[in-house]
C-alpha cells in the first residue's frame, strides 16, 4: 500500500526564515517522489519531482530512502510563497503510477 | 496549450439528489483521472482511465458513483443519490501517459456542496 503523512496541518514562519515542510512515506517497492503547490484560487499544480533534482523557485527536496522521507526546503522563504503544499508519491509498474497525495501543509509566510 | 476543462465550477444540491460533472483533458492525454478532495485531506483518486477503459476504480463507491469516458475523450462523472459526506472539490487530471506520473495537468475542479 502506498501512503503519504505530512504531520504538519499548519506551518507559519517569517519572510527571509528558512522553511522545512515534511513529508514522509510508506510504500514497498521504488517510489517517484513529488511535491505539489495549490496557491489559493489556483489550480493544483507540480512544483518538484525527486528524480530531476533541481532547484524550482527556491525549493529543493531530497529523497532519503533510509528515513522514507521526502522534506521540501527553502533557505529564504518569501510571501509569494504562502500556500498549501502536498507531498505526493507514485508507485511503480501497472496501475501504481497513480500519485496518492498526504493531507497537505498550509504555509503562511508573514511579512 | 489549452488545459483541463472542468464544469461546473460550483453545484450546490440537496442529499439523494443526482449530480454530473464534466472534464475535458488536454487534446492527446491518453490517460485521465478523477480525484476527490475533501476539505482539509489531500486528493484521493477515484478512478483512472487509459483511453476509454478503466484502469483502476478500486476507490469508487460503486453503489453511487460512475463514471464514464465513451470516446476516450472527455468523461463525466456522475453521483447518485448524493450523500452529505460527499461535499467535496472533484478534480480531473489528464497525461499523456500512464506509464509515469510526472506530467499529470490537473484542471480548477468542481466544488460540491451537499445540503
Known amino acids: 500500500a502506498q501512503r503519504v503523512t505530512q504531520p504538519e496541518k499548519l506551518l507559519s514562519v517569517f519572510k527571509g526564515a528558512p522553511v522545512e515542510l515534511k513529508c514522509n512515506y510508506s510504500y514497498s517497492g521504488s517510489p517517484e517522489l513529488f511535491w505539489y503547490v495549490q496557491y489559493s484560487r489556483q489550480r493544483l499544480q507540480l512544483l518538484l519531482r525527486?528524480?530531476s533534482r533541481e532547484s524550482i523557485k527556491g525549493f529543493t527536496a531530497d529523497l532519503n530512502k533510509g528515513e522514507t522521507s521526502f522534506h521540501l526546503k527553502k533557505p529564504f522563504a518569501q510571501e509569494e510563497d504562502s500556500a498549501m503544499y502536498y507531498c505526493?508519491?507514485?508507485?511503480?509498474?501497472?496501475?501504481?503510477?497513480?500519485?496518492?497525495f498526504g493531507k497537505g501543509t498550509l504555509l503562511t509566510v508573514n511579512p | 496549450e489549452a488545459g483541463v476543462a472542468q464544469s461546473p465550477r460550483y453545484k450546490i444540491i440537496e442529499k439523494r439528489q443526482s449530480v454530473a460533472f464534466w472534464c475535458n483533458p488536454i487534446?492527446?492525454?491518453?490517460?485521465l483521472y478523477w480525484y476527490q478532495q475533501i476539505l482539509g485531506q489531500g486528493p484521493k483518486l477515484l478512478i483512472q482511465f487509459q483511453n476509454n477503459g478503466v484502469v483502476d476504480d478500486s476507490q469508487l463507491p460503486k453503489d453511487r458513483f460512475s463514471a464514464e469516458r465513451l470516446k476516450g475523450v472527455d468523461s463525466t462523472l456522475k453521483i447518485q443519490p448524493a450523500k452529505l459526506e460527499d461535499s467535496a472539490v472533484y478534480l480531473c487530471a489528464s497525461s499523456l501517459t500512464a506509464r509515469t506520473a510526472y506530467g499529470y495537468t490537473f484542471g480548477s475542479g468542481t466544488r460540491l456542496t451537499v445540503v
Open positions: 505526493a508519491l507514485s508507485g511503480s509498474g501497472g496501475s501504481n503510477y497513480k500519485l496518492t
Open positions: 487534446s492527446g492525454h491518453a490517460t
Open positions: 525527486h528524480i
